[in-house]
């Protein structure tokens, strides 16, 4: 039968990327359909970050956390490009009470009921001391003590704030992420079509037979369905399954402004709601604030960060920052609907983190992926392929741990030196654009560049130094089709670009699909 393939997989995102690339390295032939843009929704809206979840332990998560805390190192060797260390400030309030909600919390109550609603200390160092020995740590500092009292970290802080604690997690660039896992999976055999929307999906025998919108028809002996928000969708209304199974869409929300301190270091601040937020140096002139957690009714696409969601991060911020952050300071907002396993928590802080794999497995198997975390991605990827592993008999073995993603072949302590290297063999790049290339593309920066003795070899600058060798180089390699894709997701630059810079690009790469 032709177009027949071992794995049909519906969903561009980390997930549905990073089972591809598990697949296609284990023999298996496979296809991805993506109906937008590789991580146009859930997996470029995160908080940027591989950490364990601090705030999950105080849920009981355990087997969630130490998992993610595992995964933190063997992700970050796979990709030191696109992920690096990074330490978080966790001061300690003395004013600060919550509302009673987790189960440790429910429990401190009833054993210390004068406590009136504070999270102790000691219970905060015991989480922390559990969370630098559950993951195996080995290249990542533990935590420590910390005075904020004239040092660099206390000084963006109100003077209520005198000690914290310093401890342990990773950046990462989530879409980019998606992105090389993708080329990875292609460069491994897998066949990824973005602006491929899937219309139907209905067993043939002991075969899928998939329909998309434009017509075209495929067959696969599997079919993974990695939808994301759109998972229920997929269930009920593209394959037609029965199932009882939900997920649960909780809206979280981010607020980008102008950068709030000096240093390098991230800030975790806890609310009197029970909840917390991140303040973190993103992209060097700006401070990323997340994240909310609201319930989301309606498309995942028409999710934003709501004028209430906005004053909700600007107040809880203002709560700790010496100087208050406003509104009228928001350069960019972004929002992203999280499709939780709905396991009946009663508000959507509390709703499970931890993934579900749920096999259908009546003639050809259908996979559905609920919930996930980027920070478990390869993790999730490894035990949906143990799910198929009966059907699939030649498939080779677990390979991932390890194997670096595209331009991530280097040790992580050697960054400083790529970037020194290739400002020494193209002399015209700035600090800041090497920089910038080395941490997009690592060892590929070259392969972009190619044989340029000046920024004119380059072809058409289209502003914020983006031109037109990098932008071939995405549409070739990293499935990029519209500007949107480039200035959004396979980098940021849309924080730095006009309108009409953006619109110039649009403009060229139509015109570059048209003549390809």
Same mark, same amino acid.
């Given at each position: 039968?032709?177009?027949?393939?071992?794995?049909?997989?519906?969903?561009?995102?980390?997930?549905?990327?990073?089972?591809?690339?598990?697949?296609? &390295?284990?023999?298996?032939?496979?296809?991805?359909?993506?109906?937008?843009?590789?991580?146009?929704?859930?997996?470029?809206?995160?908080?940027?970050?591989?950490?364990?979840?601090?705030?999950?332990?105080?849920?009981?998560?355990?087997?969630?956390?130490?998992?993610?805390?595992?995964?933190?190192?063997?992700?970050?060797?796979?990709?030191?490009?696109?992920?690096?260390?990074?330490?978080?400030?966790?001061?300690?309030?003395?004013?600060?009470?919550?509302?009673?909600?987790?189960?440790?919390?429910?429990?401190? &109550?009833?054993?210390?009921?004068?406590? #009136?609603?504070?999270?102790?200390?000691?219970?905060?160092?015991?989480?922390?001391?559990?969370?630098?020995?559950?993951?195996?740590?080995?290249?990542?500092?533990?935590?420590?003590?910390?005075?904020?009292?004239?040092?660099?970290? &206390?000084?963006?802080?109100?003077?209520?704030?005198?000690?914290?604690?310093?401890?342990? !997690?990773?950046?990462?660039?989530?879409?980019?992420?998606?992105?090389?896992?993708?080329?990875?999976?292609?460069?491994?055999?897998?066949?990824?079509?973005?602006?491929?929307?899937?219309?139907?999906?209905?067993?043939?025998?002991?075969?899928?037979?998939?329909?998309?919108?434009?017509?075209?028809?495929?067959?696969?002996?599997?079919?993974?369905?990695? &939808?994301?928000?759109?998972?229920?969708?997929?269930?009920?209304?593209?394959?037609?399954?029965?199932?009882?199974?939900?997920?649960?869409?909780?809206?979280?929300?981010?607020?980008?402004?102008?950068?709030?301190?000096?240093?390098? #270091?991230?800030?975790?601040?806890?609310?009197?709601?029970?909840?917390?937020?991140?303040?973190?140096?993103?992209?060097?002139?700006?401070?990323?604030?997340?994240?909310?957690?609201?319930?989301?009714?309606?498309?995942?696409?028409?999710?934003?960060?709501?004028?209430?969601?906005?004053?909700?991060?600007?107040?809880?911020?203002?709560?700790?920052?010496?100087?208050?952050?406003?509104?009228?300071?928001?350069?960019?907002?972004?929002?992203?609907?999280?499709?939780?396993?709905?396991?009946?928590?009663?508000?959507?802080?509390?709703?499970?983190? !931890?993934?579900?794999?749920?096999?259908?497995?009546?003639?050809?198997?259908?996979?559905?992926?609920?919930?996930?975390?980027?920070?478990?991605?390869?993790?999730?990827?490894?035990?949906?392929?143990?799910?198929?592993?009966?059907?699939?008999?030649?498939?080779?073995?677990?390979?991932?741990?390890?194997?670096?993603?595209?331009?991530?072949?280097?040790?992580?302590?050697?960054?400083?030196?790529?970037?020194?290297?290739?400002?020494?063999?193209?002399?015209?790049?700035?600090?800041?654009?090497?920089?910038?290339?080395?941490?997009?593309?690592?060892?590929?920066?070259?392969?972009?560049?190619?044989?340029?003795?000046?920024?004119?070899?380059?072809?058409?600058?289209?502003?914020?130094?983006?031109?037109?060798?990098?932008?071939?180089?995405?549409?070739?390699?990293?499935?990029?089709?519209?500007?949107?894709?480039?200035?959004?997701?396979?980098?940021?630059?849309?924080?730095?670009?006009?309108?009409?810079?953006?619109?110039?690009?649009?403009?060229?790469?139509?015109?570059?699909?048209?003549?390809?």
């Amino acid at each position: 039968m032709p177009d027949t393939t071992d794995l049909f997989i519906i969903g561009g995102g980390i997930n549905g990327c990073g089972i591809a690339r598990d697949a296609a &390295g284990r023999g298996l032939s496979v296809r991805l359909a993506e109906m937008g843009d590789l991580a146009q929704a859930t997996s470029s809206k995160s908080t940027k970050l591989f950490h364990g979840g601090l705030r999950y332990l105080e849920y009981l998560e355990i087997r969630l956390v130490r998992e993610a805390l595992k995964e933190r190192e063997v992700l970050l060797r796979a990709m030191p490009h696109i992920s690096w260390p990074m330490r978080f400030v966790l001061p300690l309030d003395p004013e600060m009470t919550f509302e009673a909600h987790t189960p440790v919390s429910r429990a401190l &109550g009833m054993l210390m009921p004068w406590n #009136k609603g504070h999270r102790p200390n000691f219970l905060i160092r015991a989480g922390l001391f559990l969370y630098d020995n559950l993951g195996g740590r080995k290249i990542l500092p533990g935590t420590r003590s910390l005075s904020l009292e004239n040092t660099a970290e &206390g000084a963006p802080l109100q003077d209520r704030l005198k000690q914290a604690y310093e401890y342990s !997690d990773c950046w990462v660039d989530d879409a980019r992420l998606v992105a090389l896992n993708a080329r990875d999976a292609a460069l491994r055999g897998a066949r990824i079509m973005v602006g491929a929307e899937v219309a139907e999906a209905a067993r043939d025998g002991d075969l899928w037979r998939v329909t998309l919108t434009d017509e075209r028809v495929f067959h696969a002996r599997a079919l993974i369905n990695a &939808g994301g928000p759109w998972v229920g969708h997929i269930i009920r209304d593209v394959a037609h399954l029965p199932s009882a199974e939900t997920v649960r869409l909780v809206r979280g929300s981010h607020i980008v402004v102008p950068k709030l301190y000096d240093h390098d #270091k991230a800030y975790f601040f806890q609310g009197k709601d029970g909840r917390i937020i991140f303040a973190i140096p993103y992209q060097d002139e700006f401070t990323l604030i997340g994240t909310t957690d609201r319930d989301h009714d309606g498309s995942p696409l028409d999710a934003e960060c709501t004028p209430e969601e906005q004053q909700y991060l600007c107040d809880f911020a203002s709560g700790y920052f010496r100087q208050a952050v406003t509104r009228d300071q928001i350069v960019w907002t972004y929002s992203g609907v999280r499709p939780l396993y709905d396991d009946g928590a009663k508000s959507a802080t509390a709703a499970t983190r !931890d993934y579900v794999l749920s096999l259908d497995d009546k003639s050809a198997p259908c996979l559905n992926v609920f919930g996930g975390k980027i920070t478990t991605y390869r993790r999730l990827a490894e035990h949906a392929m143990e799910k198929l592993m009966p059907y699939f008999a030649n498939a080779g073995p677990a390979w991932t741990t390890g194997a670096a993603l595209p331009g991530g072949d280097f040790p992580v302590e050697s960054v400083a030196r790529l970037i020194a290297d290739l400002r020494a063999g193209y002399p015209f790049l700035t600090g800041e654009w090497a920089t910038r290339l080395i941490r997009a593309y690592g060892t590929d920066a070259q392969e972009i560049l190619g044989k340029a003795q000046d920024s004119a070899a380059l072809g058409h600058d289209f502003g914020a130094t983006l031109t037109e060798a990098e932008v071939r180089w995405l549409m070739t390699h990293e499935f990029a089709r519209h500007a949107s894709d480039i200035v959004w997701r396979r980098s940021k630059l849309g924080l730095r670009m006009d309108q009409g810079q953006i619109s110039a690009l649009e403009e060229w790469m139509s015109d570059a699909r048209a003549a390809a």
